[in-house]
Antibody
């Protein structure tokens, strides 16, 4: 059974940083592109970033490019998202996803004073 | 940037058929995926590669494609189908993913 378990969310002030983690199981993690998708309160889904199997290619949404960094550790079956220079509008549930079919339960990031 | 357009809402009575459309310039070249999201839950894939249904998804869910518009059809709608539905596709170079704005299905 495929499982994706996120952690690392919380409350942070504007301008602050957080690191999200996602541990994958039930499939050969190193064989697949992985993504982060977010959903602001009461809003729709927004793709954030993805990363190639070996980490050699990474792509970002315009809204986060230059502030967020996606990475992975295939030895640990883990996906990461470093969130820097956070803004109030980054407040959202962040999902780790093996698109299209598999999503984690999500982790809440709240950016507020 | 690239956008997918969905109607904000669709309403149907129980037993009727609901159709949710998704339009985008590259949908004739790229596959589309559909997700159902109930309140407080993660999205669930209901259609992949335009028309395919994952195992465990009701046969009442189907997908179709015509040019730059794809359609999710839910037949014999039930109260449990009330949810938000999102389409998703990729740009033609597979550089980024994009989601439609979502459609709230209301069962009257």
């Amino acid at each position: 059974e495929v499982q994706l378990v996120e952690s690392g969310g919380g409350l942070v002030q504007p301008g602050g940083s957080l690191r999200l983690s996602c541990v994958a199981s039930g499939f050969n993690f190193s064989n697949y592109w992985m993504s982060w998708v977010r959903q602001a309160p009461g809003k729709g889904l927004e793709w954030v970033a993805n990363i190639k199997q070996n980490g050699s290619a990474r792509h970002y949404a315009d809204s986060v490019r230059g502030r967020f960094t996606i990475s992975r550790d295939n030895a640990k079956n883990s996906l990461y998202l470093q969130l820097d220079s956070l803004r109030v509008e980054d407040t959202a549930i962040y999902y780790c996803a093996f698109l299209p079919g598999y999503w984690g339960q999500g982790v809440l990031v709240t950016v507020s004073t | 940037s690239y956008e997918l357009t969905q109607p904000p809402s669709v309403s149907v009575s129980p037993g009727q058929t609901a159709r949710i459309t998704c339009s985008g310039d590259t949908l004739s070249k790229q596959y589309t995926f559909w997700y159902q999201q109930r309140p407080g839950q993660a999205p669930v894939l209901v259609i992949y590669k335009d028309t395919e249904r994952p195992s465990g998804i009701s046969e009442r869910f189907s997908g179709s494609s015509s040019g730059t518009t794809v359609t999710l059809t839910i037949s014999e709608v039930q109260a449990e189908d009330e949810a938000d539905y999102y389409c998703q596709s990729s740009d033609t170079t597979y550089t980024f993913e994009v989601f439609g704005g979502g459609t709230r299905l209301t069962v009257l």
